[in-house]
Structures are given as structure tokens and as C-alpha cells.
């Protein structure tokens, strides 16, 4: 997905490092953005609070904009979280981690996207 994004859309897209709370950045287009691949396609895409927050932050104090693009079978979906209602949140059991190893899950704040509310890319 990222070099699909950058090839078509945003030629200076990086990878973000090890440690940020995003996956890229385009330093031109002035946007940190989150990407996720979803194996099944939906009306509504799930985000974590956690997430959300440090990204939109991060874009804020930065004075870019904060985006969250999603992969299903049926395309890309990009939503600019700087200029959408913020979700509304609810509690879910989630993964713990991303590790397949790992089955534990926890309580995690997650928030939906609507489809019509994002940009087909």
C-alpha cells in the first residue's frame, strides 16, 4: 500500500521510523498518516482511540493534517481525521497486540468511519 501511494499519489511519501505513532509522512503535501489493510471490507472502519489521538495531535502541533487510509478488497479509503467529527467512542476487546503468537485480547476505546465520510482513492 505504501509504495502504491507513493507511486501514484504522493512521490516524497517516507516511512515514518521505528518508534512514531504513524506509518508515514509527505513533508510537501504536509500530512502524517496512518495506513491499515483490512481483509474484509466494511461500511465502516474501525480506528483506536489511541491511535487517533496520537496522530491527530501529532499533525496539529505540526500544522499538517492527520489521514488514515484504509485497504479492503473493494479499494483505498483516505479520511482526513483533521477535518472530520471526531468518532464516537466505544469499549471492544481487541488483540493486544499485532502479534499472530499472541491471542490475548484487553479492552481497547475504538471508534467507526463511514465510507461516505472518507475519499475513494
Given amino acids: 500500500m505504501f509504495n502504491y501511494i507513493k507511486k501514484r499519489y504522493l512521490p516524497d511519501l517516507e516511512r515514518s521510523k521505528e518508534f512514531d ?3 508515514c509522512i ?3 503535501s504536509r500530512m502524517y498518516i ?3 489493510a483490512r481483509r474484509n471490507h466494511y461500511t465502516e472502519l474501525l480506528i483506536e482511540k489511541s491511535k487517533y489521538e496520537s496522530l491527530t495531535i501529532t499533525a496539529v502541533r505540526k500544522n499538517y493534517t492527520a489521514w ?3 485497504a479492503t478488497p ?3 479509503w483516505a479520511f482526513n481525521l ?5 468518532p464516537m467512542w466505544k469499549d471492544r476487546p481487541m488483540p493486544s497486540s499485532t502479534e499472530f503468537a499472541d491471542k490475548s485480547q484487553r479492552i481497547k476505546q475504538v471508534g ?3 465510507l461516505e465520510d472518507g475519499i475513494q482513492m
Fill in 112 to 114: 467507526y468511519l463511514k
Fill in 21 to 23: 505513532t504513524w506509518d
Fill in 26 to 28: 509527505s513533508q510537501q
Fill in 82 to 86: 483533521t477535518k472530520l467529527n471526531k
Fill in 34 to 36: 496512518e495506513l491499515k
Fill in 68 to 70: 488514515y487510509i484504509n
Fill in 74 to 76: 473493494l479499494g483505498l
